[in-house]
């Protein structure tokens, strides 16, 4: 019985979290925002990611960023003028639909095209939660071990986006990304996949575009 009751309560937190991530996307649709909900592992390269495109998209952006505590990531988004809130989950491990809609409050929506959400960094817990997002991009880097992606599969099976990032350093720690790229694959065949080295470049201006085609559908 008690198994039943977990489950049972599981299953209306998400259903709960669903209406809620509607609603938000309601709420962007009206303002025209795009949102993009970015996922990956602590040090996969999600914050300089968002870095890059802020830097380099003709858009006006504005920035969510989610952690345990926030005010790191914020601040050096904060940096470069663009709106931004930190969204402190406590001992959460993601962010949820409800998080986000108190978000969007403190964010001008009439002065944005595009809203990037920097989830909490791991590659489970934000999975079952969706934010109300158009987009999501999940970043995996090599220096993860290219078996990474075997061992999370449902983050990959949901992704719009995947981004192999480091993919400079790959020889260096031993990692195989043609693998990583195969295995993503193997699990979401229709996705795209990029791969990156945002030290030097590389495949930046791919993951632009892929943003802005999803943004034009």
């Not at 259903?15 to 949102?35: P, T």
């Not at 995996?140 to 995947?162: M, N, Q, Y």
């Amino acid at each position: 019985m008690h198994k039943i009751a977990e489950v049972e309560i599981q299953n209306d937190i998400l259903l709960a979290n669903r209406k809620l991530a509607k609603k938000n996307q309601r709420r962007l649709d009206r303002a025209d925002v795009f949102a993009v909900d970015f996922l990956g592992a602590i040090g996969s390269g999600k914050t300089t990611l968002i870095e890059k495109l802020i830097e380099n998209m003709d858009r006006r952006v504005a920035v969510i960023a989610g952690d345990v505590i926030s005010k790191f990531d914020a601040g050096r988004f904060e940096k470069y003028g663009v709106p931004v809130v930190g969204l402190n989950t406590g001992k959460e491990c993601h962010l949820d639909a409800h998080l986000v809609e108190h978000g969007l409050d403190d964010i001008p929506l009439e002065e944005v095209d595009i809203l990037f959400i920097e989830n909490v960094g791991n590659l489970i817990c934000p999975v079952d939660f969706d934010l109300g997002s158009h987009m999501r991009i999940v970043v995996v880097s090599s220096t993860e071990g290219d078996d990474t992606v075997e061992k999370h599969p449902l983050i990959f099976r949901e992704a719009d986006l995947v981004v192999i990032n480091k993919a400079d350093l790959a020889d260096a720690v031993g990692a195989d990304i043609d693998k990583m790229v195969d295995d993503v694959k193997k699990l979401n065949p229709d996705v795209r996949v990029v791969k990156t080295s945002l030290k030097t470049g590389e495949g930046l201006q791919d993951v632009i575009e892929s943003i802005e085609e999803a943004m034009s559908n």
